[in-house]
């Protein structure tokens, strides 16, 4: 807030910050020095662009630019709502930059008394998670998250991988003629509550062979898919297992 006042640029709450993803294909390893510097360039005209049009307090932030906005208090709708709108605006700018690259986005709560830290913890976890919840959509926001806004911070602890495992353990050990994979993925397929048909066409397998794959899964963790409260336990669960698997990959790419 201090750096916004040297600059000229007075805001006040309520607030919401916006995380803009760097496309990959910008940073990945071994692009050129070329590459490189044209997407720093076009990292600073952007950043430069949205102070410069009013959007909000904008940095280069670890994990993308960060845009902090004051929210206008006149706009009548739902946070939800009012988070998309705001997210729509930023995009419609950065998109400029990208050269027709895609432009993923993480946005926190509204906030008239967090901490900055606490809103890009916020917009760091949808951008984050929120692809593995909703991989059709760019713009994910921390309202987005559900329940699992309660549980992110306990992704590595002792009690969260034994709930994934006590759930999943049989379908994650190598022991069948068919991949475990290949039975996660149709577990995961069928929780969505798609029909046969749609599981079938999303997996490019036959109805049939969907069917087979249920019958094997509720054998093997000895549940009923039908009952809702299992669907709801093996839901969290393939989550979870999904939100601990990005964080695995996140870390080697640091390291």
């Given at each position: 807030?201090?750096?916004?006042?040297?600059?000229?640029?007075?805001?006040?709450?309520?607030?919401?910050?916006?995380?803009?993803?760097?496309?990959?294909?910008?940073?990945?390893?071994?692009?050129?020095?070329?590459?490189?510097?044209?997407?720093?360039?076009?990292?600073?005209?952007l950043i430069e662009?949205?102070?410069?049009?009013?959007?909000?307090?904008?940095?280069?932030?670890?994990?993308?630019?960060?845009?902090?906005?004051?929210?206008?208090?006149?706009?009548?709708?739902?946070?939800?709502?009012?988070?998309?709108?705001?997210?729509?605006?930023?995009?419609?700018?950065?998109?400029?930059?990208?050269?027709?690259?895609?432009?993923?986005?993480?946005?926190?709560?509204?906030?008239?008394?967090?901490?900055?830290?606490?809103?890009?913890?916020?917009?760091?976890?949808?951008?984050?998670?929120?692809?593995?919840?909703?991989?059709?959509?760019?713009?994910?926001?921390?309202?987005?998250?559900?329940?699992?806004?309660?549980?992110?911070?306990?992704?590595?602890?002792?009690?969260?991988?034994?709930?994934?495992?006590?759930?999943?353990?049989?379908?994650?050990?190598?022991?069948?003629?068919?991949?475990?994979?290949?039975?996660?993925?149709?577990?995961?397929?069928?929780?969505?509550?798609?029909?046969?048909?749609?599981?079938?066409?999303?997996?490019?397998?036959?109805?049939?062979?969907?069917a087979f794959r249920?019958?094997?899964?509720?054998?093997?963790?000895?549940?009923?898919?039908?009952?809702?409260?299992?669907?709801?336990?093996?839901?969290?669960?393939?989550?979870?297992?999904?939100?601990?698997?990005?964080?695995?990959?996140?870390?080697?790419?640091?390291?």
């Amino acid at each position: 807030m201090s750096a916004a006042k040297l600059m000229g640029i007075e805001i006040q709450p309520p607030f919401i910050l916006s995380l803009v993803e760097i496309p990959p294909q910008l940073v990945a390893p071994g692009v050129s020095e070329q590459v490189r510097i044209e997407c720093q360039h076009a990292i600073d005209s952007l950043i430069e662009t949205l102070q410069y049009v009013g959007t909000g307090v904008t940095w280069h932030a670890a994990d993308g630019i960060a845009i902090l906005r004051p929210v206008p208090g006149q706009i009548e709708c739902s946070p939800s709502e009012r988070s998309r709108t705001i997210a729509a605006d930023i995009v419609k700018i950065a998109s400029r930059y990208w050269n027709g690259l895609p432009l993923r986005m993480g946005i926190s709560r509204f906030s008239q008394d967090q901490s900055i830290a606490e809103m890009y913890a916020q917009a760091q976890a949808a951008i984050t998670y929120g692809p593995i919840l909703h991989p059709d959509q760019s713009i994910h926001c921390w309202h987005d998250l559900g329940c699992y806004q309660f549980i992110l911070n306990d992704l590595e602890s002792e009690q969260s991988r034994r709930f994934v495992k006590d759930a999943l353990g049989p379908l994650m050990i190598e022991n069948f003629t068919e991949d475990p994979g290949e039975l996660l993925l149709t577990l995961g397929a069928l929780l969505t509550g798609d029909s046969a048909q749609v599981v079938a066409k999303k997996l490019h397998i036959h109805p049939q062979t969907v069917a087979f794959r249920k019958k094997k899964i509720e054998k093997c963790l000895n549940v009923d898919l039908n009952c809702m409260e299992t669907r709801l336990k093996l839901m969290i669960a393939t989550r979870l297992l999904s939100f601990m698997e990005k964080n695995v990959r996140m870390a080697h790419l640091v390291g």
